[in-house]
Protein backbone atom coordinates (compact mmCIF):
# COMPACT_ATOMS: atom_id res chain seq x y z
CA UNK A 1 0.00 0.00 0.00
CA UNK A 2 1.08 3.42 -1.15
CA UNK A 3 2.57 5.59 2.05
CA UNK A 4 -0.13 8.16 1.51
CA UNK A 5 -2.49 5.63 1.66
CA UNK A 6 -1.32 4.53 5.04
CA UNK A 7 -1.55 8.21 6.19
CA UNK A 8 -5.00 8.39 5.00
CA UNK A 9 -6.32 5.35 6.20
CA UNK A 10 -4.63 6.23 9.79
CA UNK A 11 -5.95 9.82 9.85
CA UNK A 12 -9.90 8.43 9.67
CA UNK A 13 -9.30 5.91 11.70
CA UNK A 14 -9.50 2.47 10.23
CA UNK A 15 -12.02 0.06 11.22
CA UNK A 16 -9.86 -2.68 13.73
CA UNK A 17 -12.54 -5.58 13.14
CA UNK A 18 -13.74 -7.57 9.70
CA UNK A 19 -16.44 -5.46 8.72
CA UNK A 20 -19.37 -7.46 6.86
CA UNK A 21 -19.70 -8.28 3.19
CA UNK A 22 -21.58 -5.63 1.56
CA UNK A 23 -23.43 -6.57 -1.46
CA UNK A 24 -23.23 -4.24 -4.75
CA UNK A 25 -24.93 -4.05 -7.65
CA UNK A 26 -23.35 -3.20 -11.19
CA UNK A 27 -23.42 0.46 -12.95
CA UNK A 28 -26.20 1.55 -14.85
CA UNK A 29 -25.44 0.03 -17.94
CA UNK A 30 -28.16 2.22 -19.55
CA UNK A 31 -27.15 5.54 -18.57
CA UNK A 32 -23.43 4.71 -19.90
CA UNK A 33 -24.95 3.61 -23.31
CA UNK A 34 -26.81 6.90 -23.44
CA UNK A 35 -23.74 8.98 -22.70
CA UNK A 36 -21.95 7.08 -25.41
CA UNK A 37 -24.78 7.53 -27.61
CA UNK A 38 -25.35 10.79 -27.11
CA UNK A 39 -21.69 11.40 -27.78
CA UNK A 40 -21.64 9.57 -31.28
CA UNK A 41 -24.66 11.83 -32.15
CA UNK A 42 -23.10 15.34 -31.23
CA UNK A 43 -19.66 14.15 -33.27
CA UNK A 44 -22.52 13.25 -36.14
CA UNK A 45 -23.92 16.60 -35.63
CA UNK A 46 -20.92 18.27 -35.34
CA UNK A 47 -19.71 16.85 -38.85
CA UNK A 48 -23.38 17.83 -40.35
CA UNK A 49 -23.02 21.37 -39.23
CA UNK A 50 -26.28 20.56 -37.16
CA UNK A 51 -26.75 22.43 -33.93
CA UNK A 52 -28.11 20.56 -30.87
CA UNK A 53 -29.65 22.22 -27.82
CA UNK A 54 -28.63 21.44 -24.45
CA UNK A 55 -31.19 19.60 -22.23
CA UNK A 56 -31.68 20.86 -18.89
CA UNK A 57 -31.37 18.49 -16.22
CA UNK A 58 -34.94 17.76 -14.46
CA UNK A 59 -35.63 18.26 -10.98
CA UNK A 60 -33.44 15.64 -8.56
CA UNK A 61 -30.75 14.75 -11.44
CA UNK A 62 -27.92 15.92 -13.03
CA UNK A 63 -27.25 16.97 -16.64
CA UNK A 64 -25.04 15.08 -18.88
CA UNK A 65 -24.57 17.81 -21.93
CA UNK A 66 -21.08 18.24 -20.41
CA UNK A 67 -20.15 14.92 -20.79
CA UNK A 68 -22.05 14.31 -24.15
CA UNK A 69 -20.28 17.29 -25.98
CA UNK A 70 -16.60 17.08 -24.61
CA UNK A 71 -14.05 13.65 -24.50
CA UNK A 72 -12.84 11.98 -21.46
CA UNK A 73 -9.70 13.78 -20.49
CA UNK A 74 -8.36 10.93 -19.01
CA UNK A 75 -7.67 11.97 -15.78
CA UNK A 76 -5.37 9.67 -13.53
CA UNK A 77 -8.41 8.76 -10.35
CA UNK A 78 -7.66 6.45 -8.48
CA UNK A 79 -11.19 5.70 -6.77
CA UNK A 80 -13.21 3.29 -8.16
CA UNK A 81 -16.65 5.16 -8.27
CA UNK A 82 -16.44 8.60 -8.49
CA UNK A 83 -18.34 12.01 -10.27
CA UNK A 84 -17.64 15.58 -10.95
CA UNK A 85 -20.87 18.36 -10.34
CA UNK A 86 -20.90 21.39 -11.32
CA UNK A 87 -23.42 23.15 -8.91
CA UNK A 88 -24.25 26.23 -11.21
CA UNK A 89 -25.50 24.17 -13.95
CA UNK A 90 -26.26 21.09 -12.26
CA UNK A 91 -24.22 19.33 -15.14
CA UNK A 92 -21.69 16.49 -14.58
CA UNK A 93 -18.19 17.16 -15.66
CA UNK A 94 -16.31 13.74 -14.86
CA UNK A 95 -17.36 10.46 -13.72
CA UNK A 96 -15.81 6.82 -13.34
CA UNK A 97 -19.18 4.64 -12.23
CA UNK A 98 -21.15 7.15 -10.57
CA UNK A 99 -23.99 4.51 -10.83
CA UNK A 100 -22.28 1.74 -8.94
CA UNK A 101 -23.60 0.39 -5.36
CA UNK A 102 -21.35 1.14 -2.85
CA UNK A 103 -21.18 1.17 1.04
CA UNK A 104 -21.45 4.72 2.37
CA UNK A 105 -18.88 4.69 5.48
CA UNK A 106 -19.39 7.23 7.35
CA UNK A 107 -20.50 9.75 4.71
CA UNK A 108 -24.22 8.72 5.96
CA UNK A 109 -23.68 11.54 7.85
CA UNK A 110 -24.50 13.56 5.52
CA UNK A 111 -28.10 12.53 5.35
CA UNK A 112 -28.07 12.69 9.25
CA UNK A 113 -26.47 16.05 9.48
CA UNK A 114 -29.58 17.34 7.36
CA UNK A 115 -31.83 15.32 9.13
CA UNK A 116 -30.61 16.52 12.26
CA UNK A 117 -30.92 20.39 10.81
CA UNK A 118 -34.73 19.65 9.71
CA UNK A 119 -35.65 18.27 13.26
CA UNK A 120 -34.25 21.21 15.19
CA UNK A 121 -33.09 24.40 15.58
CA UNK A 122 -29.10 24.61 16.44
CA UNK A 123 -28.90 25.36 19.69
CA UNK A 124 -31.18 22.79 21.18
CA UNK A 125 -29.80 20.87 24.03
CA UNK A 126 -29.14 17.31 23.29
CA UNK A 127 -28.25 14.74 26.39
CA UNK A 128 -25.60 11.94 25.52
CA UNK A 129 -26.76 8.66 26.88
CA UNK A 130 -25.46 5.43 27.87
CA UNK A 131 -27.38 3.32 25.08
CA UNK A 132 -26.16 0.68 23.59
CA UNK A 133 -25.98 1.62 19.80
CA UNK A 134 -23.51 4.55 20.91
CA UNK A 135 -21.50 2.26 22.64
CA UNK A 136 -21.52 -0.58 19.83
CA UNK A 137 -20.51 2.38 18.09
CA UNK A 138 -17.36 2.56 19.77
CA UNK A 139 -16.77 -0.89 20.07
CA UNK A 140 -16.45 -1.38 16.07
CA UNK A 141 -13.99 1.60 15.57
CA UNK A 142 -11.26 3.04 17.37
CA UNK A 143 -11.32 6.32 19.34
CA UNK A 144 -10.35 8.75 16.73
CA UNK A 145 -13.91 8.06 14.85
CA UNK A 146 -15.84 9.70 18.20
CA UNK A 147 -16.20 12.63 19.86
CA UNK A 148 -15.47 11.82 22.65
CA UNK A 149 -18.55 12.35 24.60
CA UNK A 150 -19.38 10.79 28.10
CA UNK A 151 -23.23 9.59 29.26
CA UNK A 152 -24.71 12.60 30.92
CA UNK A 153 -23.06 15.26 29.36
CA UNK A 154 -25.69 17.61 27.71
CA UNK A 155 -24.42 19.44 24.49
CA UNK A 156 -26.17 21.92 21.79
CA UNK A 157 -26.86 20.06 18.32
CA UNK A 158 -24.48 22.87 16.95
CA UNK A 159 -21.43 20.88 19.11
CA UNK A 160 -22.40 17.67 18.34
CA UNK A 161 -22.69 18.82 14.17
CA UNK A 162 -18.85 19.61 15.01
CA UNK A 163 -18.05 16.43 16.60
CA UNK A 164 -19.98 14.20 13.61
CA UNK A 165 -18.30 16.57 10.37
CA UNK A 166 -14.84 17.26 12.01
CA UNK A 167 -14.09 14.19 13.83
CA UNK A 168 -16.59 11.52 12.19
CA UNK A 169 -17.86 11.31 15.73
CA UNK A 170 -19.50 8.02 15.34
CA UNK A 171 -20.99 9.28 19.23
CA UNK A 172 -22.05 12.26 18.38
CA UNK A 173 -24.08 10.81 15.30
CA UNK A 174 -25.86 8.32 17.73
CA UNK A 175 -26.56 10.88 20.04
CA UNK A 176 -28.23 13.30 17.63
CA UNK A 177 -29.90 9.97 15.79
CA UNK A 178 -31.92 9.17 19.30
CA UNK A 179 -31.75 12.49 20.98
CA UNK A 180 -34.50 14.09 18.85
CA UNK A 181 -36.86 11.63 18.32
CA UNK A 182 -36.13 7.73 18.30
CA UNK A 183 -33.59 6.22 16.67
CA UNK A 184 -35.91 4.15 14.70
CA UNK A 185 -38.05 7.27 13.77
CA UNK A 186 -34.95 9.19 12.88
CA UNK A 187 -33.49 6.44 10.51
CA UNK A 188 -37.22 6.63 8.67
CA UNK A 189 -36.91 10.61 8.04
CA UNK A 190 -32.98 9.38 6.83
CA UNK A 191 -34.39 7.01 4.02
CA UNK A 192 -37.42 9.70 3.50
CA UNK A 193 -34.96 12.54 3.60
CA UNK A 194 -32.53 10.10 0.59
CA UNK A 195 -36.16 9.96 -1.58
CA UNK A 196 -36.89 13.62 -1.32
CA UNK A 197 -33.44 14.34 -2.53
CA UNK A 198 -34.17 11.71 -5.72
CA UNK A 199 -31.03 9.33 -4.17
CA UNK A 200 -32.49 6.65 -5.29
CA UNK A 201 -30.45 4.19 -5.23
CA UNK A 202 -29.74 4.40 -1.60
CA UNK A 203 -30.82 3.20 1.84
CA UNK A 204 -29.45 3.95 5.37
CA UNK A 205 -29.83 1.72 8.38
CA UNK A 206 -28.08 3.71 10.85
CA UNK A 207 -27.03 7.33 11.45
CA UNK A 208 -23.60 6.31 11.48
CA UNK A 209 -22.42 4.35 8.12
CA UNK A 210 -20.99 0.95 9.67
CA UNK A 211 -20.97 -1.68 7.49
CA UNK A 212 -24.33 -3.55 6.71
CA UNK A 213 -25.28 -5.19 3.81
CA UNK A 214 -28.62 -3.88 3.71
CA UNK A 215 -26.56 0.20 3.79
CA UNK A 216 -26.18 1.37 0.56
CA UNK A 217 -25.24 4.70 -1.94
CA UNK A 218 -24.03 5.74 -4.77
CA UNK A 219 -21.58 8.59 -5.96
CA UNK A 220 -24.29 10.04 -7.63
CA UNK A 221 -26.47 9.88 -4.78
CA UNK A 222 -24.01 11.38 -2.44
CA UNK A 223 -23.25 14.64 -5.22
CA UNK A 224 -27.14 14.79 -4.70
CA UNK A 225 -27.10 14.71 -1.03
CA UNK A 226 -24.07 17.42 -1.29
CA UNK A 227 -25.79 19.52 -3.90
CA UNK A 228 -28.82 20.10 -1.05
CA UNK A 229 -26.29 20.54 1.66
CA UNK A 230 -24.33 22.98 -0.71
CA UNK A 231 -27.67 25.10 -1.87
CA UNK A 232 -29.69 25.01 0.92
CA UNK A 233 -27.88 24.61 4.42
CA UNK A 234 -25.30 26.91 4.83
CA UNK A 235 -24.83 26.54 8.26
CA UNK A 236 -23.91 22.56 7.32
CA UNK A 237 -21.77 23.85 5.52
CA UNK A 238 -19.58 26.00 7.07
CA UNK A 239 -19.67 23.57 9.69
CA UNK A 240 -18.11 20.89 7.48
CA UNK A 241 -15.29 23.38 6.11
CA UNK A 242 -14.32 24.67 9.82
CA UNK A 243 -10.27 23.64 10.18
CA UNK A 244 -10.62 23.01 13.76
CA UNK A 245 -13.03 24.56 16.77
CA UNK A 246 -12.46 24.68 20.62
CA UNK A 247 -15.47 23.94 22.22
CA UNK A 248 -14.80 25.62 25.58
CA UNK A 249 -16.34 23.67 29.04
CA UNK A 250 -19.25 24.33 30.33
CA UNK A 251 -21.36 23.40 32.84
CA UNK A 252 -22.76 20.25 31.33
CA UNK A 253 -19.88 18.96 29.16
CA UNK A 254 -15.65 18.95 29.18
CA UNK A 255 -14.03 21.20 26.44
CA UNK A 256 -13.78 19.11 23.26
CA UNK A 257 -10.46 20.30 20.18
CA UNK A 258 -11.74 18.99 17.50
CA UNK A 259 -9.30 18.96 14.27
CA UNK A 260 -10.84 18.49 10.74
CA UNK A 261 -10.25 15.01 8.73
CA UNK A 262 -10.63 16.69 5.35
CA UNK A 263 -6.89 18.33 5.31
CA UNK A 264 -8.40 20.35 2.27
CA UNK A 265 -10.31 22.80 4.38
CA UNK A 266 -6.74 22.77 7.01
CA UNK A 267 -4.56 25.79 5.70
CA UNK A 268 -0.80 25.11 5.66
CA UNK A 269 -0.68 21.03 4.58
CA UNK A 270 0.32 18.96 1.64
CA UNK A 271 -3.43 18.78 0.89
CA UNK A 272 -4.68 22.40 1.24
CA UNK A 273 -6.88 23.43 -1.48
CA UNK A 274 -7.57 27.06 -2.04
CA UNK A 275 -11.44 27.26 -1.83
CA UNK A 276 -12.10 24.47 -0.75
CA UNK A 277 -15.77 24.62 1.37
CA UNK A 278 -16.08 21.74 3.06
CA UNK A 279 -17.93 18.25 3.69
CA UNK A 280 -16.60 14.82 4.45
CA UNK A 281 -14.38 11.88 4.99
CA UNK A 282 -15.28 8.50 5.66
CA UNK A 283 -13.46 4.63 5.71
CA UNK A 284 -14.58 1.51 6.77
CA UNK A 285 -13.49 -2.01 5.61
CA UNK A 286 -16.30 -2.23 3.08
CA UNK A 287 -16.00 1.21 1.51
CA UNK A 288 -12.58 1.63 1.96
CA UNK A 289 -10.89 5.65 1.74
CA UNK A 290 -13.71 8.03 0.52
CA UNK A 291 -14.81 11.66 0.58
CA UNK A 292 -17.04 13.97 -0.61
CA UNK A 293 -15.65 17.46 -1.13
CA UNK A 294 -16.99 20.92 -2.57
CA UNK A 295 -14.83 23.79 -3.70
CA UNK A 296 -15.76 27.41 -5.18
CA UNK A 297 -13.88 29.70 -7.12
CA UNK A 298 -14.61 32.92 -9.71
CA UNK A 299 -18.34 32.36 -8.45
CA UNK A 300 -18.12 28.92 -9.21
CA UNK A 301 -19.05 26.12 -6.78
CA UNK A 302 -17.99 22.44 -7.74
CA UNK A 303 -18.62 19.11 -6.04
CA UNK A 304 -16.19 15.64 -6.31
CA UNK A 305 -16.98 12.05 -4.62
CA UNK A 306 -14.36 9.41 -4.35
CA UNK A 307 -15.01 6.50 -3.19
CA UNK A 308 -12.61 3.93 -2.28
CA UNK A 309 -9.24 5.81 -3.73
CA UNK A 310 -5.91 5.22 -1.87
CA UNK A 311 -5.69 8.54 -2.34
CA UNK A 312 -8.66 10.89 -2.24
CA UNK A 313 -7.34 14.48 -1.33
CA UNK A 314 -5.44 14.38 -4.83
CA UNK A 315 -8.10 12.85 -6.69
CA UNK A 316 -10.71 15.74 -5.40
CA UNK A 317 -7.59 18.10 -6.24
CA UNK A 318 -7.73 16.59 -9.68
CA UNK A 319 -11.07 17.03 -10.03
CA UNK A 320 -11.58 20.40 -8.99
CA UNK A 321 -8.44 21.32 -11.24
CA UNK A 322 -10.17 19.85 -14.03
CA UNK A 323 -13.63 21.94 -12.86
CA UNK A 324 -12.28 24.94 -12.53
CA UNK A 325 -10.60 24.90 -15.63
CA UNK A 326 -13.39 25.24 -17.76
CA UNK A 327 -15.49 28.12 -18.88
CA UNK A 328 -18.28 28.68 -16.32
CA UNK A 329 -21.63 28.80 -17.53
CA UNK A 330 -24.93 29.78 -16.83
CA UNK A 331 -27.37 27.76 -14.95
CA UNK A 332 -29.30 24.54 -16.83
Avoid at 193 to 216: I, N, Q, Y
Avoid at 217 to 241: M, Q
Wanted: with cysteine; glycine share 8%.
Amino acid sequence: MHLLAVAALLALGVASTAALIATFEGPRVATRAAIATGRAAITSGKASGQVHAAVAPATGEFGTTWLVTHPDPGLDIRGQADILVDIGSRQILWEREPHLLRAPASLAKLITAMVVADLSPMDRDVGVTAQTDMDAAKLVEPASTVMGLSAGEVLTVRELLYGLFLRSGNDAAETLGAGIVSRDRFIDLMNQKAAELHMRDSHFTTPVGLDDPSMRTTPYDLALAAYAIATGYPKLLAISGAASITIPQSATHKEFTLVNYNKMVIPGNQYTYLGATGMKTAFTDDAGPCMVATAARGGRRLIAVVMHSDNFFTDATTLFDYGFSKPAREPA
